[in-house]
């Protein structure tokens, strides 16, 4: 078995010898080797450089050695293709300055044509397989319709969601044409990453976990399974879906035909795995705050997020949500280790 289809095969649960590891994130801030390249350059410029992407994918890879390495970029490269200005703040998150209020402005919006609008995407896939030597799958990703709209609608992170959530109830119009852009989006995107040779795709529904269960089902599920379904028409690339406080709609996940379901720390992993059936395989979900313990606690409660799924395939050890900032590096690498000896 090589090692580059070992994580795919657990997504797809066929035999593997071991849980396959990779974290949320694990291209980032807490990586001394990223703040030295990032204290040059603006963070969406790192994304739109693929030399500098495909460099800054690798640093985890080699510091602390995944099993997997994830393309470097954003949810929201896609947003700025479709025609609205984001900055990211120091310490503030991102800023969207022409949020979305009315129906005009929704039909302003382009969907980007990957090759012509975000080449820089592709680009950055082909340099960093080259420099993984195909030893390691590569994964793509992006938001998905609704965790993209939220932001368009928000402007940037939010407390309540509120006006997503009265764009929803108000005014089905433009809720619509934006939920249909978006998702025309998501499919073109993920699918020109598909083609330049990632061999998974993640569609974060980060911010879905804040609806209560009948909007999900009416607002963000039908979009996640129509990418879904899109896409596997067109490739049998698994897929993953994540949703950050996913407890409650475990089962209708299972609905959108995704291969994979990401799922976060408030979720027990094991009723979770009774729960979904043999039907698809699990990644997660250790709480990112556990890297603040000490190495012997880091061990353990790795140990334990193992010890709940058991040693059989479908599934992928990974945190509840992404990695924080100043995370210890050295306890990422003690998790990781604790993962491939387990
Ligand atoms: O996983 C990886 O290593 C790949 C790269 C990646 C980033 N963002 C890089 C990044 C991925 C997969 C994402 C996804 C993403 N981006 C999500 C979904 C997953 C999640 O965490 O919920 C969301 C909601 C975003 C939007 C976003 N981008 C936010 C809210 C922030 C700021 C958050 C913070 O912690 O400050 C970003 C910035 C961002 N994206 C950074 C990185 C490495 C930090 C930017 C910096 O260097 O200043």
């Not at 035999?15 to 291209?27: C, K, L, S, T």
């Not at 397989?129 to 799958?137: A, F, G, Q, T, V």
């Amino acid at each position: 078995m090589s090692t580059k289809d070992f994580l795919v095969r657990a997504a797809r649960k066929e035999p593997v010898d071991r849980v396959p590891v990779w974290i949320m994130r694990q291209a980032g801030r807490y990586m001394k080797e990223y703040m030295a390249i990032r204290k040059n350059y603006e963070f969406m410029t790192l994304c739109r450089t693929p030399e500098l992407a495909a460099e800054i994918s690798m640093q985890p890879i080699d510091v602390i050695g995944m099993d997997a390495g994830i393309i470097f970029s954003d949810i929201l490269v896609p947003v700025e293709a479709m025609g609205i200005k984001v900055t990211f703040e120091k310490d503030h998150g991102p800023k969207l300055h022409n949020p979305i209020t009315n129906y005009d402005d929704v039909v302003a919006l382009k969907i980007p044509e990957p090759d012509v609008d975000m080449p820089f995407v592709a680009e950055s896939i082909k340099l960093f397989r080259e420099k993984l030597d195909d030893k390691l799958p590569v994964l793509g990703f992006s938001g998905a319709p609704w965790t993209l709209a939220a932001y368009m609608i928000e402007g940037g992170g939010s407390r309540n969601y509120t006006k997503i959530k009265s764009l929803m109830f108000n005014d089905k119009k433009t809720f619509d044409l934006l939920m249909e852009k978006t998702t025309e989006t998501v499919v073109k995107h993920l699918y020109a990453q598909i083609k330049a040779g990632t061999s998974m795709v993640q569609i974060f529904d980060t911010w879905a976990g804040c609806l209560a269960y009948d909007d999900y089902v009416k607002y963000a599920f039908p979009y996640e399974k129509e990418v879904i379904t899109r896409l596997k028409k067109l490739t049998d690339v698994p897929v993953t879906l994540y949703i950050n406080g996913c407890g409650n709609i475990l089962e209708k996940m299972v609905e959108t035909q995704a291969d994979v379901l990401s799922i976060d720390w408030m979720v027990d992993l094991k009723d979770a795995k009774n729960r979904v059936g043999k039907k698809v395989a699990l990644q997660g979900n250790m709480d990112p705050c556990c890297l603040y313990g000490s190495p012997e606690s880091v061990k353990q409660k790795t140990l334990e997020t193992l010890n709940k799924f058991g040693k059989e395939t479908g599934y992928i050890f990974n945190l509840g949500h992404g990695i924080l900032p100043d995370i210890p590096v050295e306890n990422v690498k003690v998790m990781v280790d604790t993962v491939k000896n387990f």
